[in-house]
């Protein structure tokens, strides 16, 4: 009989027409395809919009990125029963030997940013969007969801918020590790945003998104509103650069191939040991 692993992806979309649920799904079908001697189950719980929030009856957390504000549902039902959750797998995990594992992205990193409290999370001073570069620390050259990758490494950034002025003591009393930057433009050189921290060894988020693959960036630079914002902002050479970077299999194609898949593959490996 083969072990059973249960993966919950936790929509935070807000039923926002997006590609990001479906680039999760497809990386998932792939791990379970590469790991057939297990029994993978996958459920989706819309949690923003539904107000649906999965239990501690999943071993895997994925939760999604979103459109807006991480702080719209200050006060509302579905946010307090969100921070439960990740209150329950933080305090299951330092009690328990057989851990839970979440990873967070973008609209989720700053959601835990606000959990954990480990910096400031503010509104950009420009929406970003496109194919950026972040850069590796040397805890995130070591990483297991980053060593593979370039050093800068590129991945798709879509956002209105950001993470900054990490609270350095804090995240050395969680024993979490800074593991990627954003490459600042000029008007936020001094100032840049963190692009991924791992709060523990079964918790990690980046503020890029790393499900996305080529297909889904390629439908956003397609809408006439986001490519005009690309082009008044950085000019027809960048956006043409960011659509040869979609088809380079050193950049979007290799995030893609490798951060999730990484973690997932980590989570499931350790979870064999344990249920053995």
Same mark, same amino acid.
């Given at each position: 009989? !083969? ?14 027409? %997006? ?35 999965p ?22 039902? $579905? ?10 797998? $933080? ?8 851990? !839970? ?12 940013a606000?959990?954990?409290? #480990?910096?400031?999370?503010? !509104? ?7 194919? !950026? ?15 593979? *990758? ?6 798709a950034?879509?956002?209105? $918020? ?8 804090h ?6 590790? #800074?593991?990627?930057w954003?490459?600042?433009e ?6 840049p ?48 650069q960011?659509?040869? $970077? *979609? ?9 893609r ?6 973690? *997932?593959?980590?989570?499931? %490996?350790?979870l ?5």
């Amino acid at each position: 009989m !083969k072990q059973k692993i249960k993966i919950a992806a936790i929509d935070l979309y807000n039923n926002e027409p %997006n590609e990001g649920m479906r680039c999760i799904r497809d990386i998932v079908n792939e791990i379970s395809g590469s790991n057939s001697h297990i029994h993978i189950q996958y459920d989706v719980f819309e949690t923003r919009y539904k107000g649906l929030t999965p239990d501690l009856n999943y071993d895997i957390f994925i939760s999604s990125g979103g459109p807006g504000s991480p702080f719209e549902g200050e006060g509302a039902q $579905w946010e307090k029963d969100y921070f439960n959750l990740v209150d329950k797998i $933080w305090n299951h995990n330092q009690n328990s030997d057989g851990k !839970k594992y979440i990873f967070f992205i973008c609209h989720s990193f700053q959601m835990m940013a606000r959990f954990f409290h #480990i910096g400031e999370v503010n !509104k950009r001073f420009l929406n970003s969007f496109g194919v !950026k570069q972040f850069s590796k620390t040397e805890d995130g050259s070591k990483d297991f969801i980053l060593s593979e *990758l370039s050093n800068p490494l590129y991945a798709a950034d879509i956002r209105q $918020w950001q993470v900054v002025n990490p609270d350095y003591k804090h995240l050395e009393e969680l024993g979490a590790k #800074i593991l990627s930057w954003e490459i600042p433009e000029e008007e936020n050189k001094d100032n840049p945003a963190l692009g991924a921290v791992r709060i523990s060894n079964e918790i990690v988020g980046t503020q890029f998104h790393p499900e996305a693959d080529p297909a889904s960036m390629l439908y956003h630079f397609r809408q006439k509103e986001r490519k005009e914002y690309i082009i008044n902002r950085y000019g027809e050479e960048v956006y043409n650069q960011m659509i040869e $970077w *979609l088809e380079d299999d050193d950049k979007i194609k290799l995030t893609r191939k490798t951060v999730l898949p990484s973690f *997932l593959n980590n989570a499931i %490996n350790e979870l064999s040991i344990i249920k053995v």
